[in-house]
């Protein structure tokens, strides 16, 4: 996580406490700095070393209408599938501070570099990040 960061400290501790839920067909659920083994065998069965789970809602945590992040989470999708970006779909839920959970993407085999233009591009403050150690890490953009 970065050191410096414009985020107020109550954002990054939601960030931080949201589970962050991918679908499919062997769904799991990624909590930072908490060890998932479940992400480590799905990246272990693609030959894979890391992904990242992004969202497209809410562009710098300012509440949206549905409507206009369904149509942001369609452009997320565009652009994954343009960049031939393998991705599940997912959603982040907060398990107690009733902001609405926010429809994702777990991003497989994308660079650490590449998740950070993606994050930048969709205007959002934050993303999971997944090494090879399987520990969802909160990387910071702001």
């Known amino acids: 996580m970065n050191d410096s960061t414009n985020l107020p400290p109550e954002l990054i501790q939601a960030y931080r406490e949201t589970h962050y839920r991918v679908e499919g067909v062997e769904p799991f659920t990624l909590k930072v700095d908490q060890v998932s083994s479940e992400v480590q065998r799905a990246l272990a069965k693609r030959g894979l070393k890391s992904c990242a789970f992004f969202t497209a809602w809410n562009p710098y945590s300012i509440a949206l209408k549905a409507e206009e992040n369904t149509i942001l989470e369609r452009k997320l999708n565009l652009h994954l599938n343009a960049q031939s970006l393998n991705h599940t779909p997912g959603e982040g839920v907060h398990p107690s501070n009733g902001w609405p959970g926010e429809r994702s993407s777990l991003v497989w085999g994308?660079?650490?570099?590449?998740?950070?233009?993606?994050?930048?591009?969709?205007?959002?403050?934050?993303?999971?990040?997944?090494?090879?150690?399987?520990?969802?890490?909160?990387i910071l953009m702001r």
């Open 110 to 138: 994308v660079s650490e570099k590449n998740a950070r233009e993606i994050a930048e591009e969709f205007q959002q403050n934050a993303f999971i990040w997944v090494g090879e150690d399987g520990i969802p890490e909160l």
